[in-house]
């Protein structure tokens, strides 16, 4: 009979032979995610995963009780980790793994010293820092087929530390202290991409569309603000990503001078909008 005493703990190469033999033995884990498999192999293939102390549990019975999908993953990937793996698990502790609070990317943005701010603050930062990091170099936002990719806590940090200004812009958009009908992530996400080639743009776009004052009738931004005030929300702003295309619709049309009346995104009848980073001459 197994005892706690049993437990060996260990830090060790795991290869695609060792993954391979491990998953064939995974009756007690639960149905297996593929989405984040991907993710994991992302994360392994492009060498931002690490061994921070999170383990591959493996029964007294061989069979694998945690870990499952970073095993799918190293296959996936073609390459090796390291990892801390724990042997001799009694099968019948398995309902008692994972019960541990998953950190947040607001979490993350805390322990890496970002504490100025409110922890919604920090999630809002950190949900605008992923949409930069899913926009391609032509002002695009990406997707997956679920509608949006996922986002390490380890690449957030990364971007921050080589992008700082960011927090100072999401910082300058909190200090209005107005409720926003537009959600804050999505303004700091946009401010972030285009401030650098648009000194003036808080002032002349994201303070008038937070705040709604010298909104001129007829503008975008005021169809904005009143589609986003809507409740219950029309159907085609209810997604995310229906509400940022939106709002770079609208900032697409106040840089070019062209005001839209009527503010729409169809993903099944139009490609998703560029952001327009640089000003048009």
């Not at 503008?219 to 295309?245: C, D, F, K, M």
């Amino acid at each position: 009979m197994s005892s706690s005493r049993e437990i060996r703990t260990t830090v060790m190469t795991i290869t695609m032979a060792q993954a391979s033999t491990w998953i064939k033995n995974t009756e007690h884990q639960r149905p297996l995610n593929q989405q984040h498999v991907d993710y994991l192999a992302s994360e392994i293939s492009e060498g931002r995963y690490v061994c921070n102390g999170e383990a591959i549990v493996i029964a007294t019975d061989g069979s694998v009780l945690e870990g499952q999908h970073r095993l799918h993953a190293i296959l996936k990937a073609k390459k090796s980790i390291e990892s801390v793996v724990v042997f001799n698990v009694s099968p019948e502790h398995f309902g008692t793994i994972d019960q541990g609070m998953t950190r947040s990317k607001a979490d993350a943005l805390f322990i890496e010293g970002i504490s100025s701010v409110a922890l919604g603050s920090r999630a809002a930062i950190a949900s605008a820092v992923s949409m930069a990091l899913m926009t391609d170099e032509n002002g695009c936002l990406l997707a997956s087929r679920d509608g949006m990719r996922r986002v390490s806590n380890t690449q957030i940090l990364q971007y921050i530390r080589n992008n700082p200004r960011v927090i100072d812009e999401a910082q300058q958009l909190f200090r209005l202290k107005t409720a926003s009908p537009v959600p804050i992530a999505h303004l700091i996400y946009l401010f972030h991409l285009v401030s650098k080639n648009f000194p003036t743009c808080f002032d002349d776009f994201f303070h008038p569309l937070i705040t709604g004052g010298n909104l001129p009738a007829g503008s975008t931004s005021l169809v904005l603000r009143n589609l986003a005030s809507q409740r219950p929300r029309p159907e085609h702003y209810g997604s995310q990503r229906n509400q940022i295309a939106l709002l770079v619709k609208t900032w697409n049309a106040e840089v070019t001078g062209k005001p839209l009346r009527l503010l729409r995104y169809s993903a099944s009848h139009e490609p998703f909008p560029s952001i327009i980073t640089t000003p048009v001459s």
